[in-house]
Nanobody, 113 residues
């Protein structure tokens, strides 16, 4: 079964850090572009970051300097390291493989004091 599975979401306080994982099965993503999106309550899903097949990265301005992407080819995974989290980062976070139009089910991140 081809799927992406996100994990690592949690309830954290403002200023704290969190790392999300996107692990693929049934498909090898080691050279594929992977994107992360998020959807806050009552809002549309928004793109936040991309890692290309050759590990170039691009970030939405709202997360630039705070979020970092990394790929682990041995684990067939992509990680989203988030630091200095803010309440406005609260959302369900999804990873996406655009070529195959694959989406995970998401993982909830809540930033609240």
């Amino acid at each position: 079964q081809v799927q992406l599975v996100e994990s690592g979401g949690a309830l954290v306080r403002p200023g704290e850090s969190l790392s999300l994982s996107c692990v693929a099965s049934g498909i090898n993503i080691y050279s594929r572009a992977i994107q992360w999106y998020r959807q806050a309550p009552g809002k549309q899903r928004e793109w936040i970051t991309l890692i290309t097949g050759n590990d170039g990265t691009n970030y939405h301005d709202s997360v630039k300097g705070r979020f970092t992407l990394a790929r682990d080819r041995y684990k067939n995974a992509v990680y989203l390291q988030m630091s200095n989290l803010k309440p406005e980062d609260t959302a369900v976070y999804y990873c996406n493989e655009p070529e195959g139009q694959l989406w995970g089910r998401g993982t909830q991140v809540t930033v609240s004091s």
